[in-house]
């Protein structure tokens, strides 16, 4: 009961750690009993938060069309997700005849493969990190854009000319926003001074970066969401998919479980994306701070660290999901002209912005 | 929690999505026909395939992309140390983005970043 009072994951750890020590005395056997329960712990937390992600959107949809949304399956709709996945796990998963039938397969895999192993340097809760990589921020900015080959790849070897088409442009869409999304992480890496998230979140103990520094990491901060909305495909920037226009995109010809993966990398990198957003602007599981005001910090403290990492990320991919339902999707160039003549000239600014800012100590 | 985290993310993700896929190809009735192979396209016989030359703008975008990626890597490590430096690492970085800031200049005045 100790464990839970203390809301601390490391205690948690330690308690299962020791449980496990009592019961397996062989070292090696122990180490891989223990990375089997974090790796099945793992993929249980994921298809739940896909889950929890799908009904969501449905929902956040159903809110913003001022409709009911799903509601006959389970109470209040919320097992329908479950209901779909049960149905596309007993779709029959074609594969084309003229498909390259090996890298039609692989593609699915390889999204999901990109997707997940970002989750290593993201801080869930204090002293909750799978791994606290010294470059954080480079590995993350470099694997998420795997998924450009994982959908290439998709695109490519369906030989579908729907799918060919939509694989480009999203190749175009994801390498050119990279450099927006890049150009603003870096603007909060020269203020914390490191590249590692643990470092990031506790640079932000007396104040979240985008109250400490004010007007430039603000733009940052939107200059981030709106380039990294155009990594993970989303509406309006989803010209990948463009059910209307390319019936699909990259995934037209995968049915069932293949399909799925697809779905459930694209909700991993939405919550991956907040998360990231979360920590770098918003102090991930920092609470609210005002340097020098130790009574209230210490009121603040009191709500768990886990609470307010997963507040503010879901606040972000409910403001992203609000995007999808208000805003037209773009067509080709302007979704060019967008990045390389708007958001890439003023993040570059920026960042000059930021390091003399930095530099002079004008942040608070 | 070292290293083997990646691994063990990366064997996750293995297990997880070729589970899933094995999975649905033992529960999942099929009965394959030859129409269920085409390609699909609209209700309509495919023409061709679609392994063809095709436009050349999103070449032009990559290789712009790949100038400003290789800056991006060396801000990197920039970023990290410019506060303890100061003055001259912000001047250097100046210098530098000048250079590329020309080079986007110079794509946008050529035309290459209008879509055609």
């Not at chain 2, 016989?45 to 992309?65: C, D, E, K, M």
Request: net charge neutral.
């Amino acid at each position: 009961m100790k464990i839970l009072l203390t809301y601390s994951f490391s205690s948690l750890a330690t308690y299962i750690h020791n449980l496990l020590a009592e019961l397996i005395t062989n070292s090696l056997l122990l180490q891989v009993t223990e990375m089997v329960i974090l790796g099945v712990s793992l993929i249980a937390f994921l298809v739940v938060l896909c889950f929890f992600l799908g009904y969501m959107e449905r929902k956040v949809a159903a809110f913003m069309e001022i409709r009911l949304g799903p509601n006959r399956v389970g109470p209040k709709g919320s097992m329908q997700i479950v209901a779909d996945t049960l149905k596309l796990l007993l779709k029959e998963g074609l594969t084309p005849d003229s498909a390259d039938k090996f890298l039609f397969n692989l593609a699915p895999v390889i999204m999901v493969i990109g997707s997940m192993m970002v989750i290593a340097p993201i801080a869930f809760a204090k002293d909750f990190q799978l791994y606290d990589i010294n470059i954080g921020v480079l590995y993350v900015s470099a694997v998420s854009s795997l998924g450009v080959i994982g959908i290439l790849m998709a695109g490519w070897s369906s030989n579908n000319k729907y799918s060919l088409l939509g694989a480009m442009r999203s190749g175009a869409q994801i390498v050119s926003y990279e450099l927006s999304v890049g150009l603003s992480l870096i603007s909060i890496v020269v203020l914390s001074g490191s590249l590692s998230l643990g470092d990031i979140v506790r640079s932000q103990e007396n104040g979240w970066w985008i109250i400490k520094g004010h007007i430039p990491v603000i733009i940052s901060f939107v200059i981030f969401i709106i380039a990294s909305t155009a990594e993970i495909n989303r509406a309006p920037f989803d010209m990948a998919e463009a059910e209307q226009e390319l019936t699909g995109g990259f995934h037209t010809e995968y049915a069932g479980m293949k399909f799925a993966m697809f779905l459930l990398s694209e909700y991993i990198n939405l919550f991956v994306v907040s998360a990231v957003a979360a920590t770098l602007f918003l102090g991930g599981w920092m609470p609210f701070h005002i340097g020098g005001l130790d009574g209230f910090n210490h009121i603040m403290d009191f709500i768990p660290s886990s609470v307010w990492f997963f507040s503010k990320t879901f606040l972000i991919i409910f403001i992203i999901m609000q995007f999808r339902w208000t805003f037209p999707r773009l067509r080709v160039d302007q979704l060019l002209t967008l990045e390389w003549k708007y958001l890439l000239p003023i993040s570059m600014v920026n960042v000059i912005l930021v390091t003399v800012m930095a530099i002079m100590g004008w942040h608070f | 929690m070292g290293s083997s985290a990646l691994i063990l993310l990366l064997l996750c993700g293995i297990a997880f999505a070729g589970a899933g896929i094995l999975l649905s190809l033992a529960v999942a009735k099929t009965k394959k026909n030859a129409q269920k192979g085409e390609t699909y396209e609209c209700g309509i016989p495919t023409t061709g395939t679609s392994w063809i030359q095709f436009n050349v703008g999103y070449y032009l975008f990559a290789l712009i992309f790949l100038v400003f990626d290789v800056e991006l890597v060396f801000m990197y490590p920039w970023a990290t140390v410019v506060k303890e430096i100061g003055m001259p690492a912000l001047f250097e970085i100046l210098v530098f983005m000048f250079i590329l800031f020309m080079g986007l200049l110079y794509a946008w005045k050529k035309g290459a970043l209008e879509w055609k």
